[in-house]
């Protein structure tokens, strides 16, 4: 129980009726999760407002109401708090109601369209093996140290971000590695928190569905940046020209990392190959078991983060050239002389940079099979473009469904189709359901071949009309390729 004036500790009032000393069992954003003594707070979504629901909160026993406008009538004994922004004061009373965890804990952030998984998997991995209690935020799980909690969202909502700080303070975590996507902050799922640093990776195309041009996307990512108190560090990508657009106005310490620019961590590339990559970083060469330029860079801001945070250059690079990166990124699965990597790439930046990794290590003998998908209810713009990157890039692209949520599978597949010319079609196949997909690259290859199954990564499931199917891509193409070697 928190007393309701301490919650609201630094949440920007518009006014206040009623008991401001009650005490508040839980901040609660949703009425059907309200509980006797909840604060609700009514925050406007993208679907409703929930505002409309504070009927339902006080219905369910909430005490106190948080909201931008008042309802009328006004109900008794309810404490009625009207603020600025109930997005951000959400954020700021679930920390002062988890005793403000981000104080006691150095939290790094990292955002960028791709690379943030990869990014807070590796300093996570890091950061244990150097023996610190460490917490992840992270698409494919959350994790206080090897605990494993499973994760809904990228970011967590603003409730579940300061309860699992608050974990990992108790569990003696003095680390935390968090992905902070371009919709959480907007949605300020991470206001009220303090942040050591921040990191940011690139900016390419995707979800312009939700933020409308890139510009406001760009806007998204740099509000991060404008946020960063001034003893935090803000590391950003050189050699991505939204660097130096991140560093305007940021009052943390400006620091870069780069494999073409000067920067305060430069790497060059000495090789490449689907065995790991051979960095130069300060006149030393270091292997790394991770695959292609686009992890060069992760690593680089992984360096770059970790000595902003105190740590050893050497002790640094000597822990992370053992790491493997995290699951469903550029997996390799090899049976009977056909290698199958499955990759999360699901924008076209991501798919462009995987492809040409694996066709700057292909001998131009093999053929390289792409099995590509769109996610349905999600950025239309991206899927003629991931398309044609997969026609121009590979020896055959199969077009096939990834999540295709409420949308009908084969108005994705049309979408796709309409980035290719009539003469690439023939490069072309279309097939709707996933395992015959794969499986029809399966039989297509010969041995020495290589098939890239991109879009799912680590998920392990396809989202169909609401409903949630096992579905691996890993497992799916290691049973196929073990059927096929047995015959
Ligand atoms: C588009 C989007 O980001 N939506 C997120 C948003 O929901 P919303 O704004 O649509 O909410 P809404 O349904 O309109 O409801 C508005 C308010 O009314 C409340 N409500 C609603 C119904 C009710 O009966 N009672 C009630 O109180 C809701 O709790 C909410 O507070 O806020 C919710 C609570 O935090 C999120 O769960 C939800 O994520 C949805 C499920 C989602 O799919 N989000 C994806 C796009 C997302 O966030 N992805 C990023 C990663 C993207 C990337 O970089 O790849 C992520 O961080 O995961
Ligand atoms: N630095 C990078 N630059 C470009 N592409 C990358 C980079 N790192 C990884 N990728 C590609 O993007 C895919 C997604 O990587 P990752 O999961 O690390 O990104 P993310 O930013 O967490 O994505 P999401 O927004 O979906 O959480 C990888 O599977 C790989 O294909
Ligand atoms: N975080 C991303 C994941 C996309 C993964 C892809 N498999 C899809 O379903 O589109 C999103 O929600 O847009
Ligand atoms: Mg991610």
Request: aromatic share 6%.
């Amino acid at each position: 129980m928190k007393v309701l004036k301490d919650i609201l500790y630094k949440v920007s009032l518009t006014s206040t009726i009623g008991d401001m000393e009650r005490e508040v069992s839980g901040i609660v954003f949703d009425s059907r999760k309200v509980e006797a003594g909840s604060a609700f707070v009514a925050v406007a979504g993208t679907q409703v407002d929930g505002h409309e629901f504070i009927g339902t909160a006080l219905e369910k026993g909430a005490s106190v109401i948080i909201c931008e406008k008042l309802p009328e009538p006004i109900a008794a004994d309810v404490t009625y708090v009207q603020v600025v922004n109930s997005a951000k004061a959400l954020g700021i009373a679930a920390a002062n109601f988890f005793d403000n965890p981000s104080e006691k804990i150095k939290v790094v952030a990292v955002t960028g369209t791709n690379g943030k998984t990869t990014t807070v998997t590796l300093l996570h991995q890091l950061f244990v093996s150097m023996g610190y209690g460490t917490g992840l935020l992270s698409t494919v799980e959350n994790k206080i140290n090897e605990e494993i909690i499973p994760a809904t969202h990228t970011t967590p909502d603003a409730v579940s971000v300061q309860a699992l700080l608050r974990k990992m303070v108790d569990k003696g975590c003095s680390h935390c590695f968090m992905e902070a996507s371009s919709h959480a902050i907007v949605q300020e799922r991470i206001a009220g928190l303090k942040l050591a640093g921040a990191v940011f990776t690139n900016i390419t195309h995707d979800h312009l569905d939700y933020h409308g041009t890139f510009d406001e996307y760009i806007k998204a990512k740099k509000k991060l940046f404008d946020e960063l108190p001034k003893d935090a560090f803000a590391l950003v990508n050189g050699d991505d020209k939204r660097g130096a657009v991140m560093l305007q106005n940021c009052k943390a310490s400006h620091q870069t990392f780069a494999l073409k620019t000067a920067a305060d961590f430069k790497g060059k590339i000495i090789s490449n190959t689907l065995e790991g990559l051979e960095l130069e970083i300060n006149n030393k060469m270091i292997w790394f078991r991770m695959i292609g330029a686009f992890n060069a860079y992760n690593l680089l801001g992984v360096l770059g983060a970790a000595m902003l945070l105190g740590e050893e250059e050497d002790e640094v690079l000597r822990m992370l050239s053992g790491i493997r990166g995290a699951k469903g990124r550029f997996d390799r699965i090899a049976i009977g002389g056909i290698i199958a990597i499955v990759d999360y790439a699901h924008t076209p930046d991501a798919l462009d940079n995987v492809l040409k990794t694996i066709n700057g290590v292909r001998n131009g003998n093999e053929q390289l099979i792409t099995v590509v998908g769109c996610g349905g209810n999600r950025d239309k713009t991206k899927r003629p473009v991931m398309a044609k990157i997969a026609v121009n890039e590979s020896t055959k692209a199969i077009f096939t469904s990834d999540n295709p949520r409420f949308e009908e599978p084969m108005d994705i597949l049309r979408d796709m189709q309409a980035g290719i010319g009539p003469s690439e079609m023939r490069k072309t196949l279309t097939i709707e359901d996933r395992r015959e997909a794969i499986k029809t690259a399966v039989m297509l290859c010969r041995r020495g071949d290589i098939i890239l199954i991109a879009g799912k990564g680590h998920e392990d499931y396809q989202e169909i009309k609401g409903v949630k199917h096992h579905f691996d891509d890993a497992e799916v193409v290691t049973e196929i390729l073990e059927q096929m070697t047995e015959n």
